[in-house]
């Protein structure tokens, strides 16, 4: 059975820190890029930061480029997500998936989806 189970949500005061985790079974981790997705209460999916099945390739979205990084452990079947200076308007549920393509930064194909990981940003 292939799972994704997101961890590491949470309440943070704007300006601080979290870091999410996403650990994968039931599948070869090793082959597929990763994905985090992430949708704001009343909003729809928007695709945060992608990263290569070797882990050697990253790409993010302008709103969060310089804040987040992504990075991935293929030894541990983990994605990570490194949140810093976080803001209110990054509160959402957090998503990761997984996906073949690699083409176009956000345009994937998603395989495989975890169930969220609630992140908020307020004081």
């Known amino acids: 059975e292939v799972q994704l189970v997101e961890s590491g949500g949470g309440l943070v005061q704007p300006g601080g820190s979290l870091r999410l985790s996403c650990a994968a079974s039931?599948?070869?981790?090793?082959?597929?890029?990763m994905s985090w997705v992430r949708q704001a209460p009343g909003k729809g999916l928007e695709w945060v930061s992608a990263?290569?099945?070797?882990?050697?390739?990253?790409t993010y979205a302008d709103s969060v480029k310089g804040r987040f990084t992504i990075s991935r452990d293929n030894a541990k079947n983990t994605l990570y997500l490194q949140m810093n200076s976080l803001k209110p308007e990054d509160t959402a549920v957090y998503y990761c998936?997984?996906?073949?393509?690699?083409?176009?930064?956000?345009?994937?194909?998603?395989?495989?989806w975890g169930q969220g990981t609630q992140v908020t940003v307020s004081s």
């Open positions: 990263i290569n099945n070797g882990g050697d390739s990253t």
């Open positions: 039931g599948f070869t981790f090793s082959s597929y890029a």
């Open positions: 998936a997984s996906h073949l393509t690699w083409a176009t930064p956000g345009g994937y194909e998603y395989d495989y």
